[in-house]
């Protein structure tokens, strides 16, 4: 886990480098969409994994304290990145990623942890369900040919501006229902003819280790790694669907992680087995399935709940309102 500024400075640069990836979708296939903006899209999903690109790329990003922006000189490719802050109270300070490692680094060059990168599987046939998918203006951005995108659903709309040549998406913005903007990035200067970035060796300030990465299991082996039955929700927000079963290792604590999506939202469901400790026993049983009152929380993908089931730490953590977080917590069993 990235601490305070560090973790919404790596949240901006991992934004920077995949959050057009909501939608840009292998295989989508949504009878009410156009053919031709599908192709674009897949195009651009295809780009985003293979062409390399650098250039400055300026980044917004909504929390709850309001938008947060950055200007940034981003290099990305073959599987890696790196990201310097221009702008700010982090200006200076880098981000790289190599693979699914994420870390940052602070102006004076001393390594700020690291964090782990996940990135969906968007083929499972969500957006097809959830999203329709439309043609825009065809125009230009930064002197190259560009062709508008884009998808509609319940979790908003997200735009997006695919190079003809490349079909590299060089900008996405994302709103909510509201109509407010969540994200949005948009390159400033880009230059294709550049080399990846890079490869470095990972600090060892920056590791994480690959049991807190969660590993996809099947429901069954996970119910027999924890010992016990897995508490499942019994509300989520509209065009959730169940996308795997995950566990973490932490030593010999194994803790089960649901993951939901909609298509373009993640949703996560984390399960600890944490004892009350016996002098607040008797007080939790007093109260409704043992629970206490709810705990909102921050984190790198997406705010989050936290509350006790008996024995059972939940924690629901996705990019949604505190009430439909709680909402969700609240129809574990």
Request: without cysteine; glycine residues 10%; proline residues 6%.
């Amino acid at each position: 886990m990235v601490r305070g500024r560090w973790k919404m400075l790596v949240a901006i640069a991992v934004v920077a480098l995949v959050a057009g990836g909501v939608v840009l979708a292998h295989h989508l296939r949504a009878l009410r969409s156009d053919p031709e903006a599908l192709r674009v899209m897949e195009r651009a999903a295809k780009a985003r994994h293979d062409v390399t690109v650098g250039g400055i790329v300026e980044t917004t990003v909504r929390t709850r304290d309001g938008l947060r922006r950055m200007r940034a000189e981003i290099r990305q490719g073959a599987g890696r990145m790196h990201l310097k802050s221009l702008s700010g109270p982090n200006a200076g300070a880098e981000v790289f990623r190599q693979g699914r490692q994420v870390w940052a680094t602070g102006p004076d060059g001393k390594v700020r942890r690291g964090a782990r990168f996940r990135e969906a599987p968007w083929e499972h046939g969500l957006v097809k369900r959830n999203y329709r998918v439309q043609l825009g203006n065809k125009t230009t951005l930064l002197g190259r040919p560009v062709t508008y995108v884009k998808g509609k659903g319940p979790a908003g709309e997200l735009t997006l501006a695919a190079d003809d040549e490349t079909g590299f998406p060089l900008a996405m913005e994302r709103r909510g229902p509201d109509g407010k903007v969540i994200m949005s990035t948009r390159y400033v200067q880009v230059d294709f003819s550049v080399d990846p970035p890079p490869e470095r060796e990972v600090p060892k300030a920056a590791v994480v280790a690959a049991g807190l990465r969660g590993r996809p299991v099947s429901r069954q082996e996970l119910e027999r790694r924890i010992g016990r039955e897995l508490l499942m929700p019994t509300y989520l927000p509209k065009g959730f669907e169940l996308e795997g079963y995950y566990l973490r290792e932490r030593g010999p604590r194994k803790v089960a992680e649901i993951r939901y999506a909609d298509g373009l939202r993640v949703l996560l469901v984390v399960e600890d087995m944490r004892p009350a400790r016996r002098a607040t026993e008797q007080i939790e049983r007093r109260r409704p399935h043992g629970r206490k009152p709810m705990e909102a929380m921050r984190g790198l993908h997406g705010d989050a709940v936290r509350r006790r089931v008996g024995d059972i730490v939940v924690i629901v953590v996705g990019p949604l309102s505190e009430a439909e977080l709680g909402r969700v917590a609240d129809s574990v069993r």
